[in-house]
C-alpha cells in the first residue's frame, strides 16, 4: 500500500480544487454547461474542506510530537491502529 504524508496530501487536494477551479472558467451555452460547472464547484468546495481538515490535522499531530497534547482515546482499555483499524491492548503501565 503507498503511504503519503499529510503534506502530499494537502498538496494533492490543492490540486484538485484549482482543476476544478479551472474547469468552472468556460462560457455555458446549454444546461449541461451548468451542470458541469455546478459539479465542479461542488468537487471545489467538498476538497477545499477536505484541505481545512488535513491542514487541522496536521497542527494536531506537530502538537502531539511537540508533547503539548495526546491524541490518544482514555475511554476505554484498547486503542485503534490508524492504518489498519485492528484494535489494540492498551499498556497499563505507561497507558500506551
Given at each position: 500500500?503507498?503511504?503519503?504524508?499529510?503534506?502530499?496530501?494537502?498538496?494533492?487536494?490543492?490540486?484538485?480544487?484549482?482543476r476544478?477551479?479551472?474547469?468552472?472558467?468556460?462560457?455555458?451555452?446549454?444546461?449541461?454547461?451548468?451542470?458541469?460547472k455546478?459539479?465542479?464547484?461542488?468537487i471545489e468546495?467538498?476538497?477545499?474542506?477536505?484541505?481545512k481538515?488535513?491542514?487541522?490535522?496536521k497542527?494536531?499531530?506537530?502538537?502531539?510530537?511537540?508533547?503539548?497534547?495526546?491524541?490518544t482515546?482514555t475511554?476505554?482499555?484498547?486503542?485503534?491502529?490508524?492504518?489498519?483499524?485492528?484494535k489494540?491492548?492498551?499498556?497499563?503501565?505507561?497507558?500506551?
Amino acid at each position: 500500500m503507498l503511504r503519503i504524508t499529510l503534506d502530499e496530501a494537502i498538496a494533492y487536494e490543492e490540486e484538485i480544487v484549482e482543476r476544478a477551479r479551472s474547469a468552472m472558467n468556460f462560457e455555458s451555452v446549454d444546461s449541461i454547461d451548468n451542470d458541469i460547472k455546478s459539479n465542479c464547484k461542488i468537487i471545489e468546495t467538498q476538497h477545499w474542506q477536505l484541505i481545512k481538515w488535513l491542514k487541522e490535522l496536521k497542527l494536531y499531530r506537530e502538537a502531539e510530537e511537540k508533547g503539548l497534547i495526546k491524541l490518544t482515546s482514555t475511554i476505554d482499555n484498547f486503542i485503534y491502529c490508524p492504518y489498519c483499524g485492528r484494535k489494540l491492548e492498551r499498556n497499563e503501565k505507561n497507558n500506551e
